[in-house]
């Protein structure tokens, strides 16, 4: 069997800084509030109609597959991670194939929100394990800004949440116990509408059974009213306080699990990049599990939460930091909507 290793890593940003301030001039807000609840100072928002999920993966893609030394040429498949795509369907991996001129290897979307892109990791590892694929683009991408309600009905939700993306090349390794030497998926759908968005989805209707949009008609259809567009039906819907006690009970066992599998203790992580959700959420896992600052990465001050892009987003800066090492023992760790949660650790 074969084992994966990152061979290239990059992200990219949007230029446009929207500090907590500005965001106090469309909403009742303020950067104490925001701040002091979730350690974000400032995001980016993409272009409105210049940059897409889409453009900013293949930003993020050009980069890793630069630095991986090979070219789009050698991509065998691609894995797109987003909850954000530019379209409904079809998915972002195409529209990426398309724009790179790529040759026409497989190409899958993943929606699983804020574990996307360490679920996309574990999948291209086992096609690489298999020996099925050798070089993999693996990217996560999000626009969230075309979908956020600035106002101040929505304020919980919108404050938390920037744009951005990261890609890395996950390539067949040369040597034993190099690379990704586990991955640990889970999700319980018992709680899966507290962090969700249920506009455009085959449930939408249902969701407001008291308006129905149309009641004297056969087939719903997937139609909202003006009205409950205007409602918030169609923007995603968080119970912070819940997702919280969730996280932090979820973060800290998948990291251990995969630590457990591989004979490592807390103490052998040489760096944790957790998924940027709530920089409350990591400080309260770092203390958990007893990592001193220097071995947990967070850079949600400055880009807010990415959902699928925050992991390679961060790790990606990290590396650029020097924080990653050859040698070094890397952890991933995401939880998200769903509730997903997920893990990889890296002998990197
Ligand atoms: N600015 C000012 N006031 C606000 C804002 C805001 N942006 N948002 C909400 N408020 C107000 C509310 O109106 C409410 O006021 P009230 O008491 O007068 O009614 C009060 O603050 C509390 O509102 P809550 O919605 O209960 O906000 P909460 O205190 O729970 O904080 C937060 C929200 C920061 C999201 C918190 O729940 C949290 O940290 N949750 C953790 C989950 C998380 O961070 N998820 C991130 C995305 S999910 C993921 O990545 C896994």
């Not at 304020?155 to 690379?179: M, T, Y």
Request: hydrophobic share 40%; aromatic share 10%.
């Amino acid at each position: 069997m074969y084992s994966s290793k990152i061979a290239g890593i990059g992200h990219y940003v949007p230029k446009n800084i929207y500090t907590n301030n500005d965001l106090s001039r469309f909403m009742e807000t303020s950067d104490e509030w925001i701040q002091e609840r979730t350690g974000i100072k400032e995001r980016r928002f993409a272009d409105r109609f210049a940059e897409t999920t889409t453009t900013m993966g293949i930003e993020a893609a050009k980069i890793a597959i630069e630095r991986a030394g090979i070219t789009e040429q050698d991509i065998d498949f691609i894995i797109f991670a987003t909850l954000s795509p530019d379209y409904y369907f079809p998915g972002c991996g195409v529209l990426l194939q398309r724009e790179m001129k790529m040759k026409e290897v497989g190409a899958l979307d993943i929606r699983n929100q804020c574990s996307g892109f360490v679920y996309a990791l574990s999948v291209a590892d086992q096609f690489i394990k298999t020996g099925m694929y050798k070089n993999i683009l693996v990217v996560g991408s999000e626009k969230h800004s075309f979908a956020m309600d600035f106002q101040t009905r929505s304020r919980n939700v919108s404050v938390i949440f920037g744009d951005g993306a990261g890609a890395v090349v996950l390539q067949r390794a040369d040597q034993e116990g190099q690379g990704i030497l586990s991955t640990h998926l889970h999700s319980d759908g018992a709680d899966a509408e507290i962090l969700a968005m249920h506009y455009p989805g085959a449930h939408a209707n249902k969701w407001l059974p008291d308006n129905p949009p149309f009641p004297d008609q056969e087939l719903g259809g997937l139609f909202l009213t003006h009205e409950q567009l205007d409602s918030g039906a169609a923007l995603p819907y968080m119970d912070g306080p819940a997702v919280f006690k969730k996280a932090v009970v979820k973060f800290p066992e998948v990291i251990n699990e995969a630590l457990a599998k591989n004979g490592f203790t807390a103490k052998d992580i040489d760096l944790l990049v957790p998924h940027q959700a709530n920089l409350r959420i990591s400080q309260y896992v770092q203390q958990l599990l007893g990592l001193p600052d220097d071995k947990v990465f967070n850079n949600i001050q400055k880009y807010g939460n990415t959902t699928a892009a925050s992991v390679p987003l961060a790790l990606s800066e990290a590396w650029e930091a020097g924080k990653v090492k050859q040698g070094d023992l890397v952890c991933l760790a995401a939880f998200g909507s769903g509730f997903t949660w997920a893990s990889a650790l890296i002998r990197w």
